[in-house]
């Protein structure tokens, strides 16, 4: 989906980086739409956790399998009931909400079925999609959402007041969140939900129930 | 299932359809025996002692003496931490890597096992056994029954694929062997490898379930009636007591291959192998011998078939595939039958395997994640039906290397000698 990822110094997407540091050592870990499993590789690799992923791709699942990570085949919107409360120490949704058919019970289920839950989304708010919509009048297409309206995955496109306004619908509280910038850089974490809104290109939540 | 269903067979078919069973060919009866191979196997054999309780069956029944013939591949290691124990099909037998003691030909996975393959035999400790009710050398109605000098036929007890599980721990005790590393297996094999994952947790690392589903479904237990009723129905059978008489119920045996054999395909495979292409002519014979490649395929499978199976044999496994379901077992909940599961199991299918479809293996991990367990689970896409598990499929090749090495780097398996 991202045509432009950011790196860091390692070679891993700094969203990825940031979740690797949310995350316990040995923690139990459910990734829901863990793409290519980069991510889950990092946290085995970093954190040693009790990975586990879904995927709604067979290639990218089989592909997963084949390198020795623990994937099945699924979807966030029909396959999340299957899973007890309280099965994994986090629950991670990463660049997925907002492709999801029902993103309110899609992150309910997270918080059901993880402790904490991390979600990490696009946001629709950044002052370039604005910038676009306005001068423009079409919808926005940049590096971060490069896709046109009507060939893209995404379903449920959110700024990040959009989204913090979902943690407090769904009853949770955020424990902590971050917005980068279209370079991949952290901003500054002391700054507004109005700052990072305009400026974060995307936003990583750490969320429990209350 | 088979030992080798090579589909690219056509070619051969030539030179074997002469011996292949024509309606009414009453000249077909062969060996009066069974092959020597199932009471004098060529295999090691586990033999319980005299001192060992006798094996309780589910049935209520208990077998007092057992052997499991069985192969090997690979050293055990220091830890006996490497042990991967093989579970075979309904026709399958212990040699999976070996060349085939009756057929000549490769083992039924040497695609699969063997140095440097996805289940490689330079790390793994690799153990096959012919399962109990087998004909291959491991307790069976072809075995003597001791109480009567004679071969059991129908007084042979019916085994479930639990029996033959807790036969095959048995085995595993007198290895020396606390856990498995992994159990894997195909089909019925897969049904073994889920009975060991519910019963025996504790005693396996990793489970890799292929093809296969955790009940026996109204379809599969129908197809497999039509070719014990056409076992039944030759009267070289003689109410199972064929072997006193020193005759086998050939046809009988054939005709359920032949009808259990469609059933490993797809349409869509043997449309692409076969079509409506002739056998060995070049227009319509007006006759009922075989004008057809895929008429001529088939009896040469019944044919080939029947000079390595039992036919009681054939009865008592699909018997206990029937009688398989882990629903029931487990109160109608599945997932109760691994709660608390440490395993880590490894779950595959194939798009067109209509006898054992995804959605079969679906509810197997749907059981294993509302318990959390951690699972995989592959959907392969290939149009060779059920029997994609036994054939050259890269893909499936690359998930069971991948789970495996994965698994052992965790368990702490040393990398390949």
């Known amino acids: 989906m991202l045509k432009r990822t950011n790196l860091g110094a390692t070679g891993n997407r700094a969203d990825h980086v940031l979740i690797a540091e949310m995350v316990d050592s040995g923690a139990r870990v459910l990734d829901v739409g863990c793409g290519d499993g980069a991510l889950l590789q990092l946290l085995e690799d970093r954190r040693n956790v009790d990975g586990r992923g879904i995927e709604i791709s067979r290639e990218r699942v089989n592909a997963c399998v084949a390198q020795g990570l623990s994937v099945i085949q699924g979807d966030a919107d029909s396959d999340l009931d299957d899973f007890p409360d309280n099965a994994f120490d986090y629950a991670v949704l990463s660049l997925t909400i907002q492709a999801t058919r029902q993103p309110k019970p899609v992150l309910e289920n997270l918080l059901r079925i993880g402790r904490r839950a991390i979600v990490s989304f696009p946001n629709f708010g950044h002052w370039e999609i604005r910038w676009q919509l306005l001068t423009g009048g079409r919808m926005p297409v940049t590096a971060n959402l490069p896709d046109a309206w009507y060939a893209s995955p995404n379903a449920h496109l959110c700024t990040i007041a959009d989204f913090d306004a979902l943690v407090t619908a769904v009853g949770a509280q955020t424990v902590s969140a971050v917005a980068f910038n279209s370079s991949g850089q952290r901003l500054p974490i002391n700054r507004s939900i109005r700052f990072q809104n305009l400026f974060g290109e995307k936003a990583v939540f750490l969320l429990e129930r209350k | ?417």
């Open chain 2, 1 to 417: 299932m088979p030992i080798q269903r090579d589909l690219k067979i056509p070619d051969r078919i030539q030179h074997t359809v002469a011996t292949a069973p024509e309606p009414g060919d009453r000249a077909s009866s062969g060996g009066a025996t069974p092959h020597p191979e199932a009471r004098a196997p060529s295999s090691a054999v586990f033999q319980t002692k005299s001192t060992d309780p006798p094996l309780a069956l589910v049935s209520g029944e208990a077998l007092p003496a057992i052997e499991i013939a069985y192969q090997t591949y690979g050293e055990l290691n220091d830890a006996r931490t490497n042990a991967i124990l093989i579970c075979h099909a309904l026709t399958g037998d212990q040699h999976a890597a070996n060349v085939h003691p009756v057929t000549g030909k490769p083992g039924w996975w040497t695609t699969m096992i063997g140095p440097g393959k996805p289940i490689d035999t330079d790390r793994f400790f690799v153990i096959c056994p012919n399962i109990l009710g087998g004909c291959l050398g491991s307790t069976g109605p072809a075995s003597i029954n001791p109480a009567t000098g004679t071969a059991y036929g129908l007084d042979f007890p019916i085994v479930t694929i639990s029996d033959m599980v807790n036969a095959q721990v048995r085995l595993i005790d007198a290895l020396g062997i606390d856990q498995l590393f992994a159990v894997v297996g195909g089909s019925m094999g897969g049904m073994q490898v889920l009975d060991w994952a519910a019963r025996y947790s504790d005693r396996v690392y990793a489970a890799v379930p292929i093809a296969t589903a955790a009940w026996h479904s109204s379809q599969n237990i129908a197809f497999h009636e039509v070719g014990r009723q056409a076992v039944m129905a030759d009267p070289d059978w003689s109410e199972g007591r064929y072997l006193d008489r020193g005759v086998i119920p050939r046809r009988g045996l054939a005709v359920a291959r032949m009808a259990a054999h469609i059933t490993y395909l797809s349409e869509e495979a043997l449309q692409r192998k076969f079509g409506r292409s002739f056998q060995d002519r070049e227009a319509l014979s007006f006759s009922f011998s075989a004008d057809f490649q895929v008429e001529s395929y088939l009896r040469h499978q019944g044919s080939s078939f029947v000079d390595r199976f039992d036919a009681n044999s054939y009865l008592y496994i699909t018997r206990a595939m029937d009688y398989f379901d882990l629903f029931e077992e487990y109160g109608g909940v599945l997932s109760n039958a691994f709660v608390g599961t440490r395993t880590r199991f490894c779950v595959v299918s194939f798009t067109s395997d209509w006898l054992y479809p995804t959605r079969e293996s679906k509810e197997i991990v749907r059981a294993l994640n509302a318990v959390a367990a951690n699972v995989s689970f592959v959907e392969i896409d290939s149009d060779k039906g059920h029997d994609a598990f036994l054939l050259e499929e890269p893909e499936l090749f690359a998930t069971v290397r991948g789970f495996l090495d994965s698994g052992a780097r965790r368990r702490g398996i040393a990398e390949r000698a």
